[in-house]
């Protein structure tokens, strides 16, 4: 897939060890560039030796200029951005904590921002990069009882074309991408809170115009692509993946 096209290409990808990290590490590797992830935990065991890995929190501002000073140190420079670590707490504002706003917003909101803040000027001395930011549907649409990660991925839709705005005369390109529905450990707490979860997972999937769930894999080849050559006159914008699910009406088409 993409043999090539992100050759010498430096990339700083978060929360790489699985889910949709996992998905734009592999890709990014496979494409051709020097990769490396992070996460909290210890380095998984089947991450390719050739990857490297830093174990780190994100929400810890002081982790986010180390994680891109050691990028630039174990990759020879940086010139890929993915900020694709989340997390997401599923409860509505009224029931939502103090703690539950410093965890989804240290992590999913002010590490995005922390990170690009500290790329940003290694872009500027190279003569330029690219960011890619996981924004998601939720953003846009708001999913019931997930008011602090819809809030938090409506943020990074808006720092996202800031970025893009401010800082495309030093050669930075910035984009997010929205996925809808994807199959990882994320989607399967959000349809466990449904009355009737199986239920529930039928309907959203009736709601596909793709006939399917979304996989990792379609997030990260999206990844490739506003990382590479191709998309080089792409920037601020937040592109969908989501197999059509928003472009539909409420309506079930089934019915008709």
């Not at 008011?147 to 495309?168: C, E, P, Q, W």
């Not at 910035?174 to 349809?191: Q, S």
Request: glycine share 12%; hydrophobic share 50%; net charge negative.
């Amino acid at each position: 897939m993409h043999v090539g096209v992100l050759a010498g290409g430096k990339a700083l990808v978060t929360g790489g060890g699985r889910g949709i990290g996992r998905a734009v590490v592999e890709a990014y590797r496979d494409a051709g560039a020097a990769v490396m992830t992070c996460g909290r935990g210890a380095r998984p065991d089947d991450l390719p030796e050739d990857v490297a890995w830093a174990q780190a929190d994100v929400s810890d501002p002081r982790a986010c200029e180390a994680l891109v000073a050691a990028a630039v140190a174990r990759l020879g420079g940086l010139s890929i951005l993915v900020n694709n670590a989340g997390v997401q707490v599923e409860k509505t504002v009224a029931d939502s904590t103090d703690a539950d706003w410093d965890l989804v917003m240290g992590v999913n909101a002010r590490a995005v921002f922390q990170m690009c803040r500290a790329a940003l000027p290694v872009f500027r001395q190279a003569g330029g990069g690219a960011i890619v930011n996981i924004g998601s549907i939720s953003g846009d649409l708001a999913d019931p009882s997930m008011a602090l990660y819809n809030a938090s991925k409506a943020f990074v839709h808006g720092l996202t074309r800031s970025i893009a705005v401010d800082h495309g005369a030093d050669g930075v390109r910035c984009n997010a991408i929205c996925p809808g529905w994807i199959l990882t450990e994320m989607a399967d707490a959000a349809f466990a809170l449904a009355r009737d979860p199986e239920a529930a997972k039928a309907d959203a999937l009736k709601r596909h115009a793709a006939g399917r769930f979304g996989r990792p894999e379609d997030v990260a080849r999206a990844a490739v692509w506003l990382a590479g050559p191709d998309a080089d006159f792409v920037t601020g914008r937040c592109i969908t993946v989501d197999g059509g699910l928003t472009a539909a009406s409420p309506l079930n088409p089934g019915v008709f």
